[in-house]
């Protein structure tokens, strides 16, 4: 599903204009976006939850030279379905 899926979606079920659904996309996402890089935790109910976590550096190995390498501290972006979700795609 793209961005344009979600805004033909609202735009057919909720009856908005797809000028207004698109706003409405756009917004969510941004909103998403801001405070995933405050480093806060998004919960959307029955959906799951996006957590940013902090890596630590650590040292890694390239598989074709087994050269040992630095792999840099970095924030990485997680997902964590809800037991709704996991139950919905267990019964598909």
Do not use: C, H, W
């Not at 939850?49 to 040992?68: L, S």
């Amino acid at each position: 599903m793209t961005k344009a899926d979600l805004v033909n979606s609202i735009y057919e079920k909720v009856g908005f204009s797809k000028k207004e659904s698109a706003k409405i996309v756009e917004t969510v996402f941004e909103l998403i976006k801001e405070n995933l890089e405050k480093g806060e935790k998004i919960k959307i109910s029955g959906f799951g939850n996006f957590v940013v976590r902090e890596k630590r550096a650590r040292i890694g190995r390239n598989p074709q030279t087994n050269e040992e390498i630095t792999i840099s501290a970095r924030r990485v972006l997680t997902f964590k379905p809800s037991q709704v979700l996991r139950n919905a795609l267990k019964n598909v």
